[in-house]
C-alpha cells in the first residue's frame, strides 16, 4: 500500500479545508447550497482543491466532484464524491447534514488504514471545533450507505462515538 501524503490535496481538502471552510462561512455555504446550482457547488469545491494543491506543491489532475443531495423532513444532506482513494486516510465521500436552523455537521468515509474484521472503511465526523470523532469501521462503501449512515447520525442526538481526537491533542477520548 502506498503510504499517505499528507500534503496533498486527497488528504488536506476533506480533512482540513473543506471542513474549515463550511464552518467559518455557515451562512455563505448554505445559501450557496440552497439558491445555487450543482454547477456552482462543483466550481466551488473544484477552486478549494485547486487551492490545495497550490499550496501544497503537490498536484494530480483535475478533479471534478459529483453532487448528490437528499432532502428529508427537517434538514437535507449534501454529500460529495472524492477521488477514488489510493491510500488510508484518503476519503471517498464528503457528506454534509444541514437544516433550517442552519445546524450543520461534516462526515467523512475514510479508507481505512488498519482495516480490522475485512473493514476497509471509516465513518467518522469533523466538528467546528475540529475535532475528529470515529464512529465504526464499515466493508461497505456505497453511496447509499454513506447518506443512511449520516442521515441517522444527524437524527441521533445522544450517540456516543468510538473515538475523538483534534488538531490540539486535546479533549481526548478512547
Request: hydrophobic share 35%.
Amino acid at each position: 500500500m502506498k503510504d499517505l501524503i499528507v500534503g496533498s490535496a486527497r488528504y488536506w481538502l476533506p480533512h482540513k479545508t473543506l471542513p474549515r471552510y463550511i464552518f467559518n462561512n455557515t451562512d455563505l455555504f448554505l445559501r450557496m447550497v440552497r439558491i445555487g446550482s450543482d454547477k456552482q457547488i462543483c466550481t466551488m469545491i473544484k477552486s478549494l482543491w485547486e487551492t490545495c494543491q497550490m499550496e501544497t506543491g503537490y498536484c494530480e489532475s483535475p478533479y471534478i466532484p459529483q453532487v448528490v443531495k437528499r432532502e428529508y423532513r427537517d434538514f437535507s444532506v449534501l454529500v460529495l464524491t472524492m477521488p477514488t482513494p489510493k491510500v488510508g486516510l484518503e476519503v471517498f465521500y464528503v457528506g454534509i447534514t444541514y437544516n433550517n436552523e442552519n445546524e450543520v455537521r461534516y462526515f467523512v468515509l475514510e479508507n481505512s488504514m488498519t482495516k480490522p474484521d475485512d473493514a476497509i472503511a471509516n465513518l467518522c465526523e469533523w466538528t467546528k471545533e475540529c475535532h475528529h470523532i470515529n464512529y465504526r469501521f464499515t466493508n461497505n462503501i456505497e453511496l447509499e450507505h454513506f447518506i443512511d449512515f449520516i442521515a441517522e447520525e444527524f437524527r441521533n442526538r445522544n450517540h456516543e462515538p468510538g473515538a475523538i481526537s483534534s488538531f490540539s491533542r486535546e479533549n481526548k477520548r478512547w
